[in-house]
């Protein structure tokens, strides 16, 4: 099955830094990779996503850049704000058949004021 | 607000114990996903209905059971409870079936397990 790989586990910025996260996945069929943010208490939110005919997609300050032939994405959020403090989770899955979704195992993004 | 409901917000039960948990999707929601969240752990994906019927299976426990009615909401009944049971249970749902949508989550029950 599936399995997906993430990294850091923790991440320390200074307010108007950027900060990156980092997926690997190994089914090379997946073509739908989401990532969600889930602030302490919260529920999970998908704030942005990706699908394998894109190699990058932006959406005002954050953006995911997919590398298909190495099989890893990376999430890029640039001039952080103390409310992107959150858990980042990365995922994977691919349409069509019964397929599940698989989820990293979390960033916890810290933002220094 | 996602538009997924789920009850109840806590749950505190005892050992081998049985409870329920239920999940509403978004109107217009074909598919509902069930995952477990034990603190400070990823998302574990437990199982996924689409329409009625099972779509697709994660590390659910024997022990873990779930349906979805025709009216789609859902329901995930875990029987002989461990203290190890004690997580944030999400439920999420989805237009489609095939895992590439976006997925919706519910504000989670908290099961607590003494």
């Known amino acids: 099955g599936e399995n997906v790989e993430q990294h850091p586990s923790t991440l320390s910025v200074q307010e108007g830094d950027s900060a990156v996260i980092k997926c690997t996945y190994s089914?090379?069929?997946?073509?739908?990779f989401p990532w969600y943010k889930q602030e302490l208490g919260k529920r999970p939110q998908l704030i942005i996503d990706?699908?394998?005919?894109?190699g990058e997609k932006k959406d005002q300050r954050i953006a995911v850049t997919l590398n298909k032939t190495a099989k890893h994405f990376s999430l890029h959020i640039t001039e952080t704000q103390p409310e992107d403090s959150a858990v980042y989770f990365c995922?994977?899955?691919?349409?069509?058949?019964?397929?599940?979704?698989?989820f990293g195992t979390g960033t916890k993004l810290q933002v220094i004021p | 607000d996602s538009g997924v409901t789920q009850t109840p917000k806590h749950l505190i039960t005892a050992t081998g114990q049985r409870v329920t948990l239920r999940c509403s999707p978004r109107?217009?929601?074909?598919?509902v996903y069930w995952y477990q969240q034990s603190l400070d752990q990823g998302l574990q994906f437990l199982i996924q209905?689409?329409?009625?019927?099972?779509?697709a299976k994660g590390n659910i426990l024997e022990r873990f059971s779930a349906q979805q009615f025709p009216d789609l909401h859902s329901e995930l009944n875990l029987s002989s409870l461990e203290l190890g049971d004690s997580a944030l249970y999400f439920c999420?749902?989805?237009?489609?079936?095939?895992?590439?949508?976006?997925?919706?989550f519910g504000p989670g029950t908290r099961l607590t397990v003494t």
């Open positions: 999420a749902s989805s237009v489609g079936g095939t895992g590439a949508d976006e997925q919706y």
């Open positions: 089914d090379s069929a997946s073509n739908y």
């Open positions: 990706i699908r394998s005919n894109v």
């Open positions: 995922a994977a899955s691919r349409s069509g058949g019964y397929q599940k979704v698989t």
């Open positions: 109107s217009g929601d074909l598919s």
């Open positions: 209905y689409y329409n009625g019927e099972e779509r």
